[in-house]
């Protein structure tokens, strides 16, 4: 009789159909990953704006000074154009300014000299912008001026 001994491992055609049934699982799951990482961004650039106004309102509520947020928008600073910067000089895309008491010389919403700010960096694929709503207004907004930009808060008895 002959004894016939069979060599341990696989064919080429089990290794081609693995590696074909490999390709087609990946390329069906990369639309999924792509979607969930774009929705994390959005998720993340939410959450960067979210702490930027709560850490100035409760920095305002804390010291009863003003605090402004500044964010980078294609490049622009304050209101009069100091870029926003970290305290290494890089590029923040947020700044959270103390701007001191209401009515103080230097209460202008700028940042000036010895003031303390705070800053958010800049995280990959995240940004934002706006859009000026031009003449037209929330429903119920009885504000006379003209919401150009800005935000502000006002503490619980309904003060500035």
């Not at 792509?34 to 993340?44: F, L």
């Not at 001191?100 to 800053?119: F, H, K």
């Not at 006379?144 to 003060?159: L, V």
Request: proline share 4%; with cysteine; charged share 15%.
């Amino acid at each position: 009789m002959r004894n016939a001994k069979r060599e341990a491992g696989f064919t080429m055609s089990e290794i081609v159909v693995t590696v074909a049934i490999m390709g087609v699982l990946v390329s069906m799951a990369i639309p999924g990953t792509q979607r969930m990482i774009t929705d994390q961004t959005a998720v993340d650039m939410a959450r960067t704006v979210n702490n930027a106004f709560h850490i100035a309102r409760i920095e305002a509520l804390r010291t009863g000074r003003n605090h402004v947020v500044f964010f980078s928008v294609g490049g622009a600073g304050d209101t009069s154009g100091n870029s926003l910067v970290d305290s290494n000089g890089d590029p923040a895309a947020v700044l959270i300014l103390d701007d001191g008491p209401t009515g103080s010389a230097n209460q202008n919403c700028q940042i000036d000299a010895g003031e303390n700010t705070r800053t958010i960096t800049a995280k990959s694929m995240l940004s934002w912008g706006y859009t000026y709503a031009g003449a037209t207004k929330a429903p119920g907004d009885t504000n006379a001026r003209p919401s150009s930009s800005g935000s502000s808060f006002a503490t619980p008895t309904g003060g500035s």
